[in-house]
Structure formats: C-alpha cells, structure tokens
C-alpha cells in the first residue's frame, strides 16, 4: 500500500491549493477515503472523506463550503480543493483509506501565512 499526497505549499490568506493522493496497492475504486490533518501540537484530526464511488461526502464542520473532496478512480487519485484558506489551516495533510488505517503517506505541508 503507498499514499503519496502532494501539492502543499506556502499561500496567502483567502487563497487555495489543490492537494492530490495518488494511491497504490490496494482496490482503491472500492474504497473510502479521507484527508485528515496535523497542525504543530495538535492531534490529527479528520478533514473530509468520500465514498469508493465519490456519491457522498463528509467535512469537518471547520472546513464546509470552503474544502471540496473529489477523486478520480482512473487515475487512483483523490483530491481536496482548498478555497478561502485560513492560517487556521496550517498544517500537514495526509490521506488515509478507514480500510487500511495503518497506511499513511509521508503527508503534504500547508501553510497559510502572509
């Protein structure tokens, strides 16, 4: 099982990143998955998650209508857009499948600075 995330980087409040997991060695059309996140100090915690066929979706209540979770089973692939970011955000993203729990990628790092 690998879970590679990518596309962190460093951007101004009110901005947005495109995160990607490219996941390898398990049915991953079948499978949930979620984005969960750590900030420095903190637990990590539960982000967003979508179902194997991408019909249903769930947010942490700090991230609705500003974080939207899709994915590409063609290309074994989950995103989540990151609109209207907040410093609140900063933090390292990882995606994970509930399936497989003691995978995780090496995480992406978010900062939202200015």
């Known amino acids: 099982v690998q879970l590679t995330e990518s596309g962190g980087g460093l951007v101004q409040p009110g901005g947005s990143l495109r995160l990607s997991c490219a996941a390898s060695g398990f049915a991953f059309s079948g499978a949930a998955m979620r984005w969960y996140r750590q900030a420095p100090g903190k637990e990590r915690g539960l982000v967003a998650s979508?179902?194997?066929?991408?019909?249903?979706?769930y947010y942490a209540d700090s991230v609705k209508g500003r974080f939207t979770i899709s994915r590409d089973n063609a290309k074994n692939t989950v995103y989540l857009q990151m609109n209207s970011l907040k410093p609140e955000d900063t933090a390292v993203y990882y995606c994970?499948?509930?399936?497989?729990?003691?995978?995780w990628g090496q995480g992406t790092q978010v900062t939202v600075s200015s």
């Open positions: 994970q499948t509930p399936s497989l729990r003691a995978y």
């Open positions: 979508i179902t194997g066929a991408g019909d249903s979706t």
